[in-house]
């Protein structure tokens, strides 16, 4: 990435910044998100606040805001003040031997088959799956509740410290303000850019408003950074293009040398939260790379559940309570599954116990995997390892800084385009949260041919 200047015009009106100007003639544009970071307990009225600090090397100019929240789904199988009474309406004893592949879904908590459950992601390797444990382990934490996602509700408000203004006459609800908190929505745009000078600080304030809900929730500024000036002439700042090799603004001037082209990188998530992945993506030699938006998605590899139904089985009916785990495949006892919510009828008598005579045509159709596109959930980062610049000042929730993982969102619009030169990479580290597959990251734009060999 390199730096982007703006193109020279008469300064009438803009007297005051003129030396700011000359300033931004020599600094980077890059762009850049700003994130705060709160950890939701579920507690209404609970007061919590964050600070974002603008570092020393340049303004930061926000342009729009986004905010996503990672739940804490997983949940022990059994609470613990509520083990006594289960294990012994279950006749368990605290130290019996369970082997999971034996437990039938009889066995389980009626609640983690309709909501979902899976075996916890810390043990899929350790064999514990298949060895004699003490029940209350089992139902406590090898075996995992997975609760449905919550929409969530809070209140906020905005302070730059630096100057003491607030950007909002009272704390505002996030539906009204920011939209629904799985990202479906465009990104809200300011009404005008706003810039923080170089050691200034945002002061955010949340409160909690849903009970019992609890995880991250991250609050994303979304803009550009200037590097190397004290301030803003944003109106000069609009029309910025590059030097020759990668000139940013093509818009209405057609080039037989300039292409579309998406660079494309890959992560294979395990599902094992806070998994550290990395990549690095090359540009070609060929020419410098403009990155003009980013998506990504979850390619999953099965969304069925298909049952090992025993040999030797008669009749056209099976007991359904009393299938034991092994028949169930391991990878959907590792992503996680739940019975079809359409389907309960079917599962369920009338007294609500599980069907003793499902057809056994049926029983394929019967279940579903928790490990859906829509659901991933991960932090990410990104690096311009060419000059050693981040991108935001802290990991990002995927949902906060792109938006829904289903797709069904504009692809996030970077408020200033990312140029890379030949040869250049970029390196993406992500976290895993939750969901397993491939999941690709697209940055979508423009690569500029035959370029290399003009001199700046």
């Known amino acids: 990435m390199f730096a982007a200047s703006p193109r020279p015009h008469a300064m009438t009106g803009w007297p005051r910044h003129a030396p700011a100007f000359e300033s931004a003639a020599t600094g980077s544009v890059i762009p850049y998100d700003m994130a705060a970071k709160f950890r939701i307990t579920g507690t209404p009225g609970n007061l919590l606040q964050d600070v974002i600090n603008v570092s020393t090397d340049g303004v930061f100019v926000a342009v729009g805001i986004g905010y996503g929240f990672e739940e804490d789904r997983e949940r022990p199988l059994v609470e613990p003040d509520a083990m006594p009474t289960f294990l012994t309406a279950s006749t368990f004893k605290v130290t019996d031997p369970v082997v999971v592949g034996d437990l039938t879904l009889s066995q389980l908590p009626l609640a983690a088959l309709i909501e979902g459950f899976r075996i916890n992601p810390k043990f899929a390797d350790s064999g514990a799956a298949s060895d004699n444990l003490p029940a209350d382990r089992v139902f406590g934490s090898v075996l995992q509740r997975i609760k449905p996602p919550e929409e969530l509700s809070f209140l906020f408000s905005i302070v730059d410290s630096s100057t003491g203004r607030e950007f909002q006459d009272q704390p505002a609800h996030n539906l009204a303000s920011l939209g629904k908190s799985n990202g479906e929505r465009p990104f809200r745009l300011l009404a005008q850019p706003f810039y923080f000078a170089p ?17 991250l929730l991250f609050i994303v500024l979304y803009g550009y950074r200037l590097l190397g000036v004290a301030s803003c002439p944003e109106p000069v700042l609009r029309q910025l293009r590059g030097p020759p090799q990668c000139p940013v603004e093509t818009i209405g001037n057609p080039d037989a040398r300039i292409v579309p082209f998406d660079l494309v990188s890959t992560f294979q998530l395990t599902g094992s939260k806070s998994n550290q992945l990395e990549a690095e993506v090359p540009v070609s030699g060929d020419g410098g790379f403009v990155a003009t938006n980013i998506g990504y998605g979850l390619a999953v590899e099965e969304r069925d559940v298909t049952l090992q139904v025993a040999s030797g089985t008669t009749g056209d009916t099976v007991n359904l309570g009393g299938l034991p785990l092994r028949r169930f495949p391991a990878t959907a006892l590792l992503d996680g599954m739940r019975l079809r919510p359409d389907w309960l009828r079917i599962a369920l008598k009338d007294n609500g116990l599980l069907a003793d005579a499902l057809p056994i045509a049926l029983l394929d159709s019967l279940f579903e ?27 990002l929730h995927n949902v906060a800084g792109l938006g829904i993982a289903d797709g069904d969102r504009p692809f996030k619009k970077l408020a200033r385009p990312m140029i890379l ?9 992500l976290e895993e949260v939750y969901g397993r597959g491939k999941l690709f990251m697209v940055f979508q734009g423009y690569q500029l041919l035959d370029r290399q060999r003009v001199s700046a």
């Not at 050691?199 to 995880?215: F, H, K, Y």
């Not at 690096?383 to 802290?394: A, C, I, K, S, V």
């Not at 030169?421 to 580290?429: F, K, N, W």
């Open 369 to 395: 995997r928790l490990n859906r596109p829509e659901d991933v959930a991960f932090r990410y980062a990104l690096f311009d390892t060419g000059t050693g610049r981040e991108l935001q000042n802290q990991r």
């Open 421 to 429: 030169l030949p040869r250049s990479t970029l390196r993406i580290e």
């Open 199 to 215: 050691r200034s600080t945002l002061r955010l304030q949340v409160t909690e408003r849903s009970e019992g809900v609890r995880g």
